[in-house]
């Protein structure tokens, strides 16, 4: 996963406010600095950073000393400038650096796009949900990021143009973008299995397995039968997407065979794995090793560093840049594209530790 970018006071109030213009709460003029301020809790030198912002997107205009800004139209139906409705995986996601810069480069494009007021997560990924999120919101294009095969699936379905980023893409006739993990997964797997690791277990969500295979599993069960090690639920265990539930899962593998290899997807798993670890008493990389599947420059500062896998986000961001200008032209453009992941090796992966 990519890291996050932390939002100032008058950035995360002109998100609030962006969402509420495009969502048509006012028309023709927004209430005042002072008015908000009262409504939103905050002082008014924050609201007017706020709004001194959405003047420079383009989506208010000043029209002097003490009188309101007039809110200007926005052209939809593949015109410029158009609604980027971005749909995300978790709420923590819309402060991703890539997220970030991906909302300022449509700006500065002359589109204007805003956070969905429920997140996939949220949404339990459910379709049936999602489609009627999607029904009420006012949207030119739609950026869809880590939805499964059967989101990916539907948003391919509808007459708005979507974006895949990451989640269940491939295959499906939609334009996307997101790393080929195929190849750096094979590589972290086979660093523990040359090291002597055979218990060996990736932590992935559901998503990643059911109803089709995805790309991580695919290529750690693939470095796994290389060597004689079948699939199995221990190597590719299924819990429940919750914390007690990840917990639950974390418990019965240290139960009885412990695996002395452990591959863990997103930030927030990872340290919950090292937090229980931790709290067990087993050292990382001395009793456990530990391989994070994501890209986390955070993990930079930990000494030892983070074994873990590298992308390039600024790619990502602009393919859909470059979609989305296609698009606002009134272009078809289902064009895909997958970028390399690196597997970068480093501290937390070991030897298996000597049978007593």
């Not at 109030?13 to 905050?42: C, F, K, N, S, Y």
């Not at 050292?283 to 090793?289: E, F, G, I, M, N």
């Not at 078809?332 to 049978?355: E, M, N, S, Y």
């Amino acid at each position: 996963m990519p890291s996050f970018a932390l939002l100032s006071s008058a950035n995360q109030v002109a998100a609030h406010l962006r969402a509420d213009l495009i969502r048509g709460r006012w028309q023709d003029t927004i209430p005042g600095a002072d008015r908000l301020a009262v409504e939103l809790g905050i002082n008014r030198k924050t609201v007017d950073a706020a709004m001194r912002q959405l003047e420079q997107e383009g989506l208010l205009l000043s029209q002097g000393l003490r009188r309101s800004r007039r809110i200007v139209p926005l052209k939809g139906g593949g015109g410029s400038p158009m609604r980027v409705a971005l749909l995300v995986w978790t709420p923590a996601d819309r402060s991703w650096t890539y997220v970030v810069d991906l909302q300022h480069r449509l700006a500065e494009a002359g589109h204007v796009s805003f956070h969905t007021p429920k997140t996939l997560l949220e949404l339990n990924m459910d379709v049936g949900r999602i489609a009627k999120m999607v029904a009420r919101t006012k949207a030119d294009a739609w950026v869809v990021a880590c939805g499964s095969v059967e989101v990916i699936t539907w948003f391919a379905q509808q007459k708005t143009p979507a974006f895949a980023l990451f989640g269940g893409w491939r295959g499906q006739p939609i334009a996307a973008a997101g790393p080929d993990c195929m190849a750096a997964i094979e590589e972290g797997t086979q660093s523990l299995l040359k090291l002597g690791h055979r218990r060996i277990v990736m932590l992935v969500r559901r998503q990643h397995r059911q109803p089709i295979m995805g790309q991580l599993p695919t290529a750690f069960l693939t470095a796994l039968a290389a060597y004689g090690i079948p699939a199995s639920p221990y190597v590719l265990p299924d819990w429940e997407e919750s914390v007690p539930g990840f917990q639950k899962c974390l418990a019965k593998l240290f139960q009885v065979t412990a695996p002395t290899g452990l591959l863990v997807d997103e930030p927030e798993l990872f340290a919950a794995t090292n937090h229980f670890l931790a709290t067990r008493g087993l050292r990382v990389p001395q009793d456990v090793s530990l391989i994070f599947l994501g890209h986390e420059p955070i993990f930079e500062w930990c000494v030892p560093t983070v074994t873990r896998m590298q992308q390039d986000f600024s790619q990502l961001v602009r393919c859909i840049l470059r979609w989305a200008n296609h698009v606002s032209r009134g272009k078809r453009d289902l064009r895909q594209h997958a970028f390399p992941a690196k597997f970068i090796p480093g501290g937390t992966v070991a030897p298996p530790p000597v049978a007593k």
